[in-house]
């Protein structure tokens, strides 16, 4: 579950603020809005890479919003990936769970899990250099899920893909996230996209967060 009751953010001059919404746990929410209006600064906010100046941020139930983004179980995809170019793809999936201190075992395990159900045991040797952008947002994705977060947090993740594979990276993330049960929020600006995976859609209207059919 991710619950935003009445927040503040800044960034700058950019200011948001009264920002309410609910998803509730297991459920894949889109927000939308025109370029600018701080939908990926509310994303930070959840993550925990912005801090808010007023209101109170929950993650199924318990207030995080002062905690540091780590103790958060928030996976996180950006908008530009931010693949780490002298990693190997197993690296990145590899990745937050060394930072968790985890097995050797567990490490090995979790990795071809994930690898397998994103479909790419074939890349895990290879360094991101030459991937296509299906394959990139595959491996991302796969980073963002290794440690089994209770959240997911998506901003444009299919923007930068042509349609056919826009139309495959869908069906992936409807499988992933529903064989997960990962509570998601994912930013677009293309209508189709959030019809197609949405169970819940908001908008974010001059400052306005509403919830739309």
């Given amino acids: 579950m991710i619950e935003l009751?009445?927040?503040?953010?800044?960034?700058?001059?950019?200011?948001?603020?009264?920002?309410?919404?609910?998803?509730?746990p297991g459920q894949y929410a889109v927000l939308m809005g025109r370029t600018g209006r701080g939908k990926t600064t509310i994303l930070e906010s959840i993550c925990g890479l912005r801090r808010v100046h007023e209101g109170a941020i929950l993650i199924h139930g318990t207030d995080v919003t002062n905690w540091p983004p780590a103790d958060r179980e928030v996976g996180y995809v950006p908008q530009d990936l931010a693949?780490?170019?002298?990693?190997?793809?197993?690296?990145?999936?590899?990745?937050?769970?060394?930072?968790?201190?985890?097995?050797?075992e567990h490490i090995a395990e979790r990795t071809a899990a994930i690898a397998g159900v994103l479909g790419i045991e074939h890349l895990l040797n290879r360094g991101i250099e030459g991937l296509s952008g299906g394959e990139s947002q595959r491996v991302a994705l796969g980073r963002a899920l290794s440690f089994e977060p209770t959240v997911l947090l998506l901003d444009e993740p299919l923007s930068a893909l042509d349609a056919a594979t826009r139309a495959e990276m869908?069906?992936?993330?409807?499988?992933v996230t529903r064989f997960s049960g990962?509570?998601?929020?994912?930013?677009?600006?293309?209508?189709?996209?959030?019809?197609?995976?949405?169970?819940?859609?908001?908008?974010?209207?001059?400052?306005?967060?509403?919830?739309?059919?």
Avoid at 170 to 175: G, S
Wanted: proline fraction near 1%; charged fraction near 30%.
């Fill in 83 to 104: 693949l780490f170019p002298t990693f190997t793809v197993a690296q990145h999936l590899e990745f937050a769970l060394r930072l968790r201190k985890q097995s050797v």
């Fill in 182 to 213: 990962v509570t998601t929020l994912h930013i677009t600006h293309n209508e189709d996209e959030a019809a197609a995976l949405a169970d819940r859609s908001f908008e974010l209207r001059d400052g306005d967060l509403i919830e739309v059919a």
């Fill in 5 to 24: 009751r009445n927040v503040g953010i800044r960034a700058g001059e950019f200011q948001l603020s009264g920002i309410s919404f609910r998803v509730e």
């Fill in 170 to 175: 869908q069906d992936l993330l409807r499988r």
